[in-house]
């Protein structure tokens, strides 16, 4: 608990529901907000669909990259040719502006990783 508190402390401040709208508009229409759930709070949801395995991989491949140089990692799931990712900041818990940042990060990538939707 300690620990938790040090870090929100530290920056990672959850943003309320109206903030969080407001962050969600600036991002690909296909981002969706969803409602508080315990112990997460408000998270971030999308799907990316690709044009096949390599093209799934290689977006997550490269945005991999940049979480870990955020130190921010996405909870994401791989099935084929569609990535399923759901952001939230753990340490908040809830929506904080790295969840915004890496959002971003991953439109900008998955138009130049072979995304058809």
């Known amino acids: 608990m300690a620990l938790r508190r040090t870090l929100v402390a530290a920056g990672a401040r959850a943003m309320s529901q109206k903030e969080a709208q407001r962050q969600c508009a600036k991002l690909s229409q296909k981002w969706r907000l969803l409602a508080e759930a315990e112990p997460q709070g408000l998270q971030l949801q999308r799907s990316f669909q690709f044009k096949d395995f390599g093209a799934a991989w290689g977006f997550m491949s490269r945005v991999a990259l940049c979480a870990e140089k955020a130190d ?33 990060q991953m439109d900008a990538i998955a138009e130049t990783s072979g995304l058809i939707e």
């Open 72 to 104: 921010h990692h996405p909870n994401w799931s791989n099935v084929y040719s569609t990535v399923d990712v759901t952001l939230w900041t753990h340490d908040a818990p809830g929506l904080t502006e790295k969840d915004f940042a890496l959002a971003a």
